[in-house]
């Protein structure tokens, strides 16, 4: 059997093969962030597709850190009852499901919230609009709604949780240079940028107690100016292993909330050459980090994911588009129709979820 198809385990999760759904928005929630059957009926699709993992998409742990419409929300115990849909969604065809926390930060929109955005430093949001540093005490409480939340998760029933440090939201923002101007113990060096996650880290661990796996996902680099650098990823990943994570996955890009969009690369995939965003990243990754690697960004076709796993190159091929125009993917590809996907990589997909409508491959619906 290929290595991609080979039963593994993460942090203790034992998986029925080496494909994650990453965490993507779907923008199908209820207004107040409950979980809807229709998020449930998408779970359950991606796990009759036969993928191993599902990450669910970020979950905002406090009311402040919201960042859209259609966004779930994991701060309240009434969200439990529809999470649990969702984990049960998953479960009844053999998929794991682990859920993943976030913080808008300075991207929070606030007419959305109906409060202020917060984040490392003050920070332009919008014209005539910004966000205003966080105070120690706020800092100390976020700290405490990371670990109150995968609580939550654990109780729902989730086999894990993903704490988001990426593609500049809150976390993503204190680790980076470009948002974080901070000058007491949470700025400065990538020591102090990197404190608040392990603490959340920590706390976590400290609430949800040994056994239960703990993932994050991380910026391979921010691709801005001044902001997170390769070298300051493996050094924060290091100091991830060392505090006992039990998986990372390496994305990359950051919004600047002021309007400027950074993109992840440039241009889409149109060949195999062409797939795999990160990969010198990865590289140098597995040359210094032990923790199991997952790895998102530009997949689209069956012989390269094989080829990175197995060259070593990563332990695990996360999926984002492509199983939103195919949630049955994985599936096809192991009954050995191994045609690449048939996501274009357009990003139309993000109009229908920005306006509401919730998340639908618009090319599929158009052919």
């Known amino acids: 059997m290929p290595q991609l198809f080979e039963t593994t385990s993460l942090g203790g999760m034992t998986l029925e093969n080496r494909f994650v759904r990453s965490a993507t928005w779907e923008g199908m929630a209820a207004e107040d962030g409950s979980c809807t059957a229709a998020l449930v009926d998408i779970t359950a ?25 259609g966004q779930l929300a994991g701060y309240d115990e009434r969200f439990f009852d529809g999470l649990r849909q969702m984990v ?26 109906k409060q202020s955005a917060v984040g490392p430093s003050c920070q332009a949001t919008a014209p005539g609009e910004s966000a205003r540093a966080m105070t120690l005490e706020e800092i100390d409480g976020l700290i405490r709604a990371f670990g109150d939340a995968a609580v939550r998760g654990k109780d729902a029933g989730f086999d894990g949780v993903q704490i988001h440090l990426a593609h500049g939201y809150l976390l993503s923002q204190f680790l980076s240079p ?12 990538v020591e102090n940028r990197a404190r608040i996650v392990l603490r959340i880290l920590d706390q976590v661990r400290n609430s949800v107690g040994e056994g239960f796996p703990v993932l994050v996902k991380l910026n391979a680099e921010d691709f801005i100016d001044n902001g997170l650098t390769v070298e300051e990823m493996l050094q924060v990943s290091a100091m991830l292993e060392a505090a006992g994570i039990d998986g990372i996955e390496l994305s990359g890009g950051t919004t600047d909330p002021a ?40 997949i689209r076709s069956y012989t390269v994911a094989e080829e990175l796993i197995d060259s070593g190159l990563t332990d ?52």
């Open 45 to 69: 699709e991606l796990a009759r597709g036969e993928i191993g993992l599902i990450i669910s998409s970020h979950t905002f742990v406090s009311p402040e850190g919201r960042s859209s419409i």
């Open 88 to 113: 049960r969604a998953a479960h009844c065809h053999d998929s794991k499901i682990v859920l993943q926390l976030g913080h808008a930060g300075v991207r929070s929109p606030t007419l959305l919230t």
């Open 178 to 189: 470009y948002f974080n101007k901070r000058t007491d113990d949470y700025g400065g060096s």
């Open 259 to 298: 309007g400027d969009e950074h993109p992840v690369r440039e241009g889409t995939p149109t060949t195999e050459a062409e797939e795999v965003y990160y990969r010198d990243h990865a590289r140098q990754y597995k040359e210094r980090i032990g923790v199991p690697l997952i790895l998102v960004g530009g």
């Open 316 to 367: 695990y091929v996360a999926l984002c588009r492509p199983l939103i125009r195919e949630p049955g993917l994985v599936a096809r590809w192991k009954s050995g129709d191994t045609r690449p996907s048939e996501c274009g990589s357009c990003a139309a997909c993000l109009v229908p979820i920005r306006a509401g409508k919730g998340m639908y491959c618009v090319a599929a619906r158009s052919a």
